[in-house]
């Protein structure tokens, strides 16, 4: 597919854009889009004082939590889980109506909310290994995306602070790289604080490095699927359940409580 001059910036990378149509091509096209200014000063101060509030709750508890596609020798990177449980302003992402028209665009709809989960890289921190997020479907992969993650930007994402790193165009591959392929060129999808960066699952991507000496960067991840994919998170059991009982018919829907073919409880969906 062609694009113009307008839809690339000078790094080859597409140029960001609060057009859906263009967003949806530039999906097409490189494998992801970056869509600035999503969120106002006051709701991103909030969404940002609520995960920061999160995760220094779960390092005082003692639950600070890593996640096994990090490094080894890396110790700075904090994962906080089961956002919607923790805060209502993490479901308002979730179902933010124009993240959820990228959503459609790529898997349609009904989708399934699997994950909406933060990550937040130290000072130091080092890179995460080159992945899909698709990796559990079995290879050779379906001609279109089965997933498509949307990722928050907390916190300005820099090249310097560990932005996201991917391979533009590598959903072409219809495949999981290879260890040959670690190797690949990646560039940073730096953004401002307040945008949203939407990967296609087939992309090739991983954390970058933070280099700078006395800043986190954080990133609210919501992981979205068809509806023949069992959830990543097991909303069923470690959702609160005030979260389910205030839920709009959409939320419903990502959660998997209202269902279409799958999911019935007695032939009719549970909700």
């Known amino acids: 597919m062609e694009t113009s001059a307008a839809d690339r ?15 949806a091509r530039d999906i097409a096209t490189f494998g992801f889009c ?3 200014g999503v969120l ?5 101060a909030r969404v940002r004082d609520a995960l920061y509030r999160a995760a220094d709750e779960d390092r005082s508890r003692g639950r600070e939590q890593k996640f096994r596609l990090d490094h080894a020798h890396d110790d700075t990177n904090q ?15 979730a179902e933010h109506p124009l993240a959820l028209e990228l959503v459609r665009s790529v898997v349609g709809w009904p989708a399934l909310l699997g994950n909406i989960s933060a990550n937040i ?12 997020d698709q990796t559990f479907v079995p290879e050779p992969w ?3 995306p089965q997933g498509v993650n949307v990722a928050w930007c907390i916190d300005d994402f820099t090249d ?4 996201t790193r991917i391979v533009p165009g590598s959903h072409r591959q219809h495949r999981k790289p290879a260890a040959e392929d670690a190797a690949a060129a990646t560039v940073a999808l730096e953004a401002p604080a307040g945008s949203f960066i939407v990967m296609e699952s087939r992309v090739w991507h991983k954390t970058g490095f933070n280099r700078t000496p006395d800043r986190r960067r954080a990133g609210i991840f919501a992981w979205y699927t068809r509806p023949i994919y069992r959830q990543q998170e097991n909303w069923f059991l470690s959702l609160n359940p005030s979260v389910r009982q205030f839920a709009s018919d959409t939320m419903l829907v990502l959660l998997g409580y209202r269902a279409e073919g799958l999911g019935l409880v007695n032939g009719k969906s549970p909700a």
């Open 9 to 23: 910036s000078d790094t080859g990378r597409p140029a960001p854009t609060r057009d859906p149509a263009r967003a």
């Open 34 to 36: 970056i869509v600035p």
């Open 40 to 44: 106002a000063a006051d709701r991103l």
């Open 79 to 93: 994962r906080v889980w089961n956002l919607l449980s923790r805060d209502p302003v993490f479901g308002d992402l």
């Open 121 to 132: 890289t130290g000072p130091g921190g080092g890179e995460m290994v080159l992945h899909a």
């Open 142 to 144: 379906p001609a279109e």
């Open 160 to 163: 310097e602070n560990g932005a």
